[in-house]
């Protein structure tokens, strides 16, 4: 019996620990702090610090740790177990800096010729908004520290991207994740997303996905964490998959060794297609969210195997369900911003899709909103459409005090 602990509380760590359930291998799985969904495939422990996180898995004998925060991961983690002999699934501290800080991800990206957007940074508000007098709109301005998937902003004119920087750089609503911010060109196009695994000498990528981040209807209003995926993306074509290999993917790893950051864990490639190519807009050191609930029902092989390759630096290829799936957010009134929590949800139990709890905990016999994402309810079908019938069927079974959802995941007219 293997011990495995998944750190999170999202519906990335409930997907990452069901996946795992099925595993050939026989499993026992702890969440922290976990979910109402993570309660019903192992034990949740509430546990607040890195250290009381490290001291558990020294007392309980963990065999495994995976981590789904980045926050833990940017603060050294892995570099903390692996002084203690644990084994852990994930980059070290700086290695995780190409998510933790845009400004060193875009350098390497530079350095690497990894294909990305012009860019400038800077660490004061002054020179900032003088170079924005001499840009062209619109313009992105990307806090470059961590700031939950909500520090990337499009400025459609100078007022806007002035008054962006000051937000960020005085005002502080990023917290110190704004003490640089980057700015950047522009990109249309359609994103992608790849999910991979780095096994410290190859690059192993996943099938592509479409995530939808914005609150509104067909992208509109306040980004979020996402509010829904479709896997795979339907607009990825094998031209697109030559072109990620050598424009992004091979110089990627090129610098990863030149480096040495020669990690075992995942990167996330979040990708911008037009008509002059493929351009990388960021890189993520651990599985998305909600792109995992959406890619991992569709993977066939063995989750926990694959993990044991990549720590043991094996090659392996991935197979993959013929099917698509589309994974639809629903989330608590008023998310991003403000919003109430402790509703009861009802209907759970006549769901037939696969859902992953996200902000959500038990009480007493129920199950109650903890969260702005609340749960994501992941279709599968043949075809996008009947994917995206199986998901919204279920929805319609599910309900909470002022739950929202978006209507148009996986229209792709």
């Known amino acids: 019996?293997?011990?495995?602990?998944?750190?999170?509380?999202?519906?990335?760590?409930?997907?990452?620990?069901?996946?795992?359930?099925?595993?050939?291998?026989?499993?026992?799985?702890?969440?922290?702090?976990?979910?109402?969904?993570?309660?019903?495939?192992?034990?949740?422990i509430e546990l607040n610090s890195t250290l009381e996180i490290l001291e558990?898995?020294?007392?309980?004998?963990?065999?495994?740790?995976?981590?789904?925060?980045?926050?833990?991961?940017?603060?050294?983690?892995?570099?903390l177990f692996q002084e203690n002999n644990l084994t852990i699934f994930g980059p070290d501290k700086i290695s995780a800096?190409?998510?933790?800080?845009?400004?060193?991800?875009?350098?390497?990206?530079?350095?690497?010729?990894?294909?990305?957007?012009?860019?400038?940074?800077?660490?004061?508000?002054?020179?900032?908004?003088?170079?924005?007098?001499?840009?062209?709109?619109?313009?992105?301005?990307?806090?470059?520290?961590?700031a939950a998937g909500?520090?990337?902003?499009?400025?459609?004119?100078?007022?806007?991207?002035e008054k962006t920087v000051d937000e960020i750089m005085i005002d502080k609503k990023f917290g110190d994740a704004g003490n640089e911010v980057v700015i950047e060109e522009y990109l249309t196009g359609f994103e992608a997303s790849v999910l991979?695994?780095?096994?410290?000498?190859?690059?192993?990528?996943?099938?592509?996905?479409?995530?939808?981040?914005?609150?509104?209807?067909?992208?509109?209003?306040?980004?979020?964490?996402?509010?829904?995926?479709?896997?795979?993306?339907?607009?990825?074509t094998k031209e697109h998959e030559n072109q990620f290999q050598e424009d992004i993917l091979k110089p990627t790893l090129n610098g990863l060794i030149q480096e040495k950051l020669l990690f075992k864990g995942v990167i996330f490639f979040g990708l911008m297609i037009n008509e002059k190519g493929m351009y990388l807009l960021e890189y993520?050191?651990?599985?998305?969210?909600?792109?995992?609930?959406?890619?991992?029902?569709?993977?066939?092989?063995?989750?926990?195997?694959?993990?044991?390759?990549?720590l043991a630096g094996e090659s392996y290829s991935l197979s993959w369900k013929n099917k698509h799936s589309v994974c639809v957010v629903m989330a608590s009134g008023g998310y991003p911003l403000n919003y109430d929590k402790g509703f009861e949800i009802t209907g759970l139990e006549r769901v037939q899709s696969n859902y992953f709890i996200a902000g959500a905990k038990r009480k007493q016999d129920s199950i109650v909103t903890s969260?702005?994402?609340?749960?994501?309810?992941?279709?599968?079908?043949?075809?996008?459409?009947?994917?995206?019938?199986?998901?919204?069927?279920?929805?319609?079974?599910?309900?909470f005090d002022y739950e929202y959802y978006r209507t148009d995941i996986g229209k792709i007219n």
Not at 19 to 40: D, H, M, R, V, Y
Not at 100 to 129: C, D, L, R, W
Request: aromatic content about 8%.
């Open 371 to 399: 969260g702005g994402r609340v749960l994501n309810v992941v279709g599968i079908g043949n075809s996008i459409d009947e994917a995206r019938k199986n998901a919204y069927d279920d929805i319609s079974k599910i309900h």
């Open 56 to 79: 558990f898995a020294k007392k309980e004998k963990m065999d495994l740790t995976i981590v789904g925060s980045e926050e833990l991961l940017v603060d050294g983690i892995v570099d």
């Open 196 to 236: 991979s695994i780095f096994n410290g000498k190859e690059i192993i990528p996943f099938i592509s996905a479409k995530d939808h981040k914005k609150i509104g209807e067909g992208e509109t209003g306040l980004n979020t964490g996402g509010m829904g995926v479709i896997a795979p993306n339907p607009f990825y």
């Open 150 to 161: 909500k520090g990337v902003i499009i400025c459609n004119d100078l007022y806007d991207a």
């Open 284 to 310: 993520n050191l651990r599985m998305g969210d909600p792109e995992t609930q959406a890619v991992l029902p569709l993977l066939e092989d063995d989750l926990l195997e694959i993990i044991d390759k990549s």
């Open 1 to 44: 019996m293997r011990k495995i602990l998944i750190i999170g509380s999202g519906g990335r760590e409930h997907a990452i620990g069901w996946k795992i359930s099925q595993s050939s291998q026989e499993t026992e799985l702890f969440f922290a702090p976990g979910n109402a969904g993570t309660q019903t495939i192992g034990t949740n």
């Open 97 to 146: 800096q190409l998510e933790g800080s845009k400004v060193f991800a875009k350098q390497f990206m530079e350095k690497y010729n990894v294909k990305t957007a012009k860019y400038k940074k800077f660490t004061n508000s002054i020179p900032a908004k003088e170079y924005l007098k001499e840009q062209e709109f619109p313009i992105v301005v990307k806090a470059s520290g961590l």
